[in-house]
């Protein structure tokens, strides 16, 4: 064999092993399923597509909502968890059914075929047949000085998950300009003694008959920061330097931000509410785009880590049902050919 031969059949075999290569790649991150978001709705759904046998993978941004919070309550059986010891128990489920988590984030989708082309911020392309959107959502903070650093800790935001450890406290209210009286209203049966800060919201006469019925006393002007002694808060201070005190504050997003990228780049229909834009999906979790679905956070403002689970849990069901039917309608066809 002389040396023109061997660098041809060198060339040859470099060829043949880069497309074996290709090739394994490609299978090894083509998968029926990929849940996008690996918090409670994404592990649901991911669990559940996983018992049913389904090549599932999660990726996962690593960015949960409720991260700052040191417990998550209202979820039967997992009462006072952490939501880190919650998602860690949840993947080690997942990988005992074959699925695999993996870090990331989605940064680019669009139809490929039947299925979806994904790419991830390193730059790893995968396929899926179906997708499981269940990415969540951002808050957006009131300005108010020191306010984020307290989050999940002393400022807090939801009553039916933090309302129980902060009973009979001095609750402080930071007004949501949409519904100014609405979370003041929601936390008064926890305490006698609630301060709703206007923070430049204006009530209407049936807020004001709502609160004076329930005690809440409503304080008018811009608050500027929340006051901190000893990593202890103790109240708020106003724009005029007025401080009123208080040992909780709580306040909503002024806008909640969902995590709906890969929804918006599919062309997911939205709906508007009044903290924002969230994607619609019907009862069983189906966005407007075929095959894909939605769960969680990412398609509302209202969903506590417990219905988030039972959203995504839903959601791997009726995809894995409605794919188990269409596989077998074609199987049917083919054998009646």
Not at 148 to 164: K, Q
């Amino acid at each position: 064999m002389n040396a023109r031969t061997e660098t041809v059949m060198e060339a040859v075999v470099d060829s043949v092993v880069d497309s074996v290569v290709d090739s394994v790649v490609e299978e090894k991150n083509a998968y029926e399923v990929v849940v996008v978001g690996g918090g409670a709705a994404g592990l649901s759904a991911g669990l559940i597509l996983g018992r049913s046998r389904r090549r599932t993978l999660v990726v996962d941004a690593g960015a949960p909502r409720n991260a700052p919070s040191g417990h998550m309550q209202g979820y039967l059986s997992r009462d006072g968890m952490s939501p880190a010891e919650f998602l860690a128990a949840g993947r080690r489920e997942l990988l005992a059914y074959g699925v695999e988590v993996r870090p990331g984030e989605v940064t680019a989708a669009s139809r490929d075929g039947d299925g979806f082309a994904l790419t991830l911020a390193d730059g790893t392309a995968l396929t899926a047949r179906r997708l499981v959107v269940a990415t969540g959502l951002v808050d957006e903070l009131p300005t108010i000085r020191g306010l984020a650093e307290r989050w999940g800790r002393d400022v807090l935001h939801c009553p039916f998950c933090h309302g129980w450890e902060v009973r009979d406290q001095p609750l402080g209210v930071v007004a949501h300009p949409a519904m100014p009286a609405h979370q003041a209203l929601m936390v008064s049966h926890l305490s006698s003694d609630v301060t709703l800060f206007l923070n430049g919201a204006e009530l209407t006469g049936e807020d004001g008959r709502l609160l004076a019925a329930a005690g809440v006393r409503t304080v008018a002007g811009t608050v500027e920061e929340v006051v901190v002694e000893d990593d202890l808060l103790t109240g708020v201070r106003l724009a005029d330097g007025r401080a009123v005190g208080c040992d909780v504050v709580f306040a909503a997003g002024t806008r909640l931000l969902p995590r709906d990228g890969v929804l918006r780049r599919l062309g997911a229909e939205l709906y508007e509410t009044p903290f924002g834009a969230f994607v619609k999906t019907d009862e069983a979790g189906r966005t407007s785009v075929p095959g894909v679905w939605a769960a969680g956070n990412v398609t509302g403002p209202a969903e506590q880590v417990v219905n988030a689970a039972s959203a995504g849990y839903r959601a791997g069901a009726m995809l894995h049902g409605e794919l188990l039917m269409a596989d077998l309608a074609a199987r049917a066809e083919e054998r009646a050919e």
